[in-house]
């Protein structure tokens, strides 16, 4: 674990989530600690229900109301965990971007890509709305979308198109970190290949840190830097992401790495 003073990571520790559901707790996240250094690629892995999600927004706050949270979240030596709303949401957009699981979330539906993008640029920077669509232009352009897009409603785009609109979307204040939920889940396979591509291209490139949660660890080895491991809201295993999947410790590993090998076969 890096200080907690390291203004160069997310350093997530003994994070639990805990929702109330029909009067029942439910543990989705329990006592996890992890990190997120800038400049590298963490993949967070684990079957459905494992709690990435949970983790994943807890981050940034965006547990939905009535949930449980404990643990220190530090940023640039700041617990996150401790600020209120207001201070949080400076946070979000400019320093952690998420692109959430199912692209859809990003976007308001009668707002055009053009405007989501001006509007945060606006809100955000405070850039006005000429320079904002000159960078929106890019922003639609780094993620692999034609300009022209712009004009279109989030409905009038391919679900590929709309995820790389997302992440154009939480690249617009140029955020240190950015957090993908399943960014690729809902596409076929060579799309799927194709965006995940673009943002491990554009997080390299522009030396950002990623929490890529998915639930395909063999794609997620290829990709990361270090691999998490989620099983019941517990972190099972983690460490480099080559011997995670090479000589996995736990059998929990193994048996993931299985699943997804039966699935490519059955194919
Ligand atoms: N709002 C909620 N209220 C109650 N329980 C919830 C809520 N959201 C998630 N859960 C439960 O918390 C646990 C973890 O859910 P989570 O969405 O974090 O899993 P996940 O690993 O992201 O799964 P998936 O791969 O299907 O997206 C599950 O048991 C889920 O049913
Ligand atoms: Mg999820």
């Known amino acids: 674990m890096r200080e907690r003073s390291d203004r160069d990571v997310i350093a997530v520790e003994r994070m ?19 990190c997120v250094p800038k400049g590298e690629i963490v993949g967070l892995v684990g079957e459905s229900g494992s709690g990435k999600s949970s983790a994943l927004m807890a981050i940034p706050g965006l547990p939905p109301s009535g949930t449980l949270t404990s643990g220190e979240i530090y940023c640039r030596g ?13 946070w979000r957009w400019r320093r952690i971007a998420i692109v959430p699981q199912g692209a859809m979330n990003s976007f308001t539906p009668h707002l055009t890509i053009e405007r989501h993008i001006t509007e945060v640029l606006s809100h ?82 522009r030396g950002m840190g990623l929490l890529l949660v998915t639930h395909d660890l063999p794609l997620a080895a290829g990709m990361c830097d270090t691999l998490i491991v989620m099983k019941d809201g517990e972190i099972a295993e983690s460490g480099p992401a080559r011997q995670v999947s090479k000589d996995p410790r736990h059998p929990y590993t193994r048996l993931l790495i299985r699943a997804i090998r039966e699935m490519d076969v059955a194919r």
């Open 124 to 205: 955000h920077l405070k850039i006005p709305k000429k320079t904002g669509r000159e960078r929106a232009a890019e922003l639609l352009s780094a993620a692999g979308l034609d300009s022209r897009v712009m004009t279109r409603y989030p409905h009038e785009l391919s679900g590929g198109q709309k995820q790389r609109a997302a992440l154009a979307l939480a690249l617009a204040c140029e955020p240190d970190f950015l957090l993908a939920d399943e960014p690729t889940t809902a596409l076929d396979v060579i799309t799927q290949k194709e965006v995940l591509e673009t943002i491990v291209s554009i997080v390299r490139e």
């Open 78 to 90: 700041v617990n996150l965990a401790i600020l209120t709303e207001d201070d949080l949401s400076a």
């Open 16 to 34: 639990s989530v805990t929702y109330m559901s029909g009067g029942k707790a439910v543990h989705a996240v329990k006592n996890c600690s992890f």
